[in-house]
């Protein structure tokens, strides 16, 4: 079985089981996300969740998603109006049953599939392991907000490995997006996991250094955090800049949120 496909349910299920029991109302809740609401949130996940099904189905299948995608930016109109037309814009309950329904079968299909299978995508093809794991990755960093908003602190678990092996694969990306010159060496990471394992990439030598907190190195690399509010340990040039541009979500260059504007709110 892929494991990361696992990784991706069970982190899907956590956040659902925190949903399926509040109000139709306290849906509508503004985050500190662009002010999405929880709606906002699980819409846009159960839309993504369903271009990776298709993508995985076949091509044909995928060319006809993306290309209703493209038409609605042709058009000038924006990510959020193809999200509605493409969901029917259903709402509450109606909506959270449909996401679980659908990262169900996500699941399904992508546990028993070659993780190195090649697959469609808005951007480059990718293989099916890093597909799974870009939705792992999304649906951990997005669901943050609705963790903070309702004042809960995020109880981790290893899985959010996938989610430090995205960060560290998409250091050139940084660069890249954010036209800036590709340095010569990754820094050195030195991270603690939420069970207390020592995760370690890239060249220990290197002068460049980042220590801490695996989930604080996840929170940057998602951009739920600026790296200011956190305890990671810095060493080097390389080090700070990475830090404060980091992103391992595709699309234009986006910046951090400011300093002490995205934190868990207490009740």
């Given at each position: 079985?892929?494991?990361?496909?696992?990784?991706?349910?069970?982190?899907?299920?956590?956040?659902?089981?925190?949903?399926?029991?509040?109000?139709?109302?306290?849906?509508?809740?503004?985050?500190?996300?662009?002010?999405?609401?929880?709606?906002?949130?699980?819409?846009?996940?159960?839309?993504?969740?369903?271009?990776?099904?298709?993508?995985?189905?076949?091509?044909?299948?995928?060319?006809?998603?993306?290309?209703?995608?493209?038409?609605?930016?042709?058009?000038?109109?924006?990510?959020?109006?193809?999200?509605?037309?493409?969901?029917?814009?259903?709402?509450?309950?109606?909506?959270?049953?449909?996401?679980?329904?659908?990262?169900?079968?996500?699941?399904?299909?992508?546990?028993?599939?070659?993780?190195?299978?090649?697959?469609?995508?808005v951007g480059p093809d990718m293989s099916?392991?890093?597909?799974?794991?870009?939705?792992?990755?999304?649906?951990?960093?997005?669901?943050?907000?609705?963790?903070?908003?309702?004042?809960?602190?995020?109880?981790?678990?290893?899985?959010?490995?996938?989610i430090v092996i995205i960060g560290n694969?998409?250091?050139?990306?940084?660069?890249?997006?954010?036209?800036?010159?590709?340095?010569?060496?990754?820094?050195?990471?030195?991270?603690?996991?939420?069970?207390?394992?020592?995760?370690?990439?890239?060249?220990?030598?290197?002068?460049?250094?980042?220590?801490?907190?695996?989930?604080?190195?996840?929170?940057?690399?998602?951009?739920?955090?600026?790296?200011?509010?956190?305890?990671?340990?810095?060493?080097?040039?390389?080090?700070?800049?990475?830090?404060?541009?980091?992103?391992?979500?595709?699309?234009k260059a986006s910046s951090p949120p400011?300093?002490?504007?995205?934190?868990?709110?207490?009740?």
């Amino acid at each position: 079985m892929l494991e990361q496909a696992k990784d991706f349910y069970e982190e899907s299920k956590d956040i659902h089981y925190i949903l399926k029991n509040i109000s139709e109302d306290r849906l509508n809740t503004r985050t500190q996300f662009k002010s999405w609401s929880f709606t906002d949130i699980i819409r846009h996940l159960h839309v993504w969740n369903i271009a990776a099904y298709k993508s995985l189905k076949g091509e044909d299948k995928w060319e006809k998603f993306n290309n209703e995608l493209q038409l609605f930016f042709k058009n000038g109109k924006k990510l959020s109006d193809f999200e509605k037309n493409f969901t029917k814009n259903i709402n509450g309950k109606e909506l959270i049953d449909a996401w679980q329904n659908t990262f169900k079968e996500v699941y399904e299909i992508f546990r028993k599939e070659d993780a190195k299978k090649r697959v469609k995508w808005v951007g480059p093809d990718m293989s099916v392991i890093s597909s799974i794991s870009a939705r792992h990755m999304e649906t951990w960093a997005h669901s943050q907000a609705i963790y903070d908003t309702l004042g809960k602190i995020r109880k981790n678990k290893d899985r959010i490995l996938n989610i430090v092996i995205i960060g560290n694969n998409t250091f050139n990306w940084t660069y890249k997006v954010n036209k800036k010159k590709i340095p010569f060496k990754k820094p050195f990471l030195k991270l603690i996991s939420p069970s207390g394992k020592i995760w370690e990439f890239n060249d220990y030598e290197n002068s460049n250094k980042i220590e801490g907190l695996a989930e604080e190195f996840c929170q940057v690399v998602t951009q739920v955090r600026n790296i200011k509010d956190l305890s990671l340990k810095l060493n080097g040039k390389t080090s700070t800049e990475w830090m404060s541009i980091a992103q391992c979500f595709a699309g234009k260059a986006s910046s951090p949120p400011p300093p002490g504007t995205r934190k868990c709110i207490t009740k």
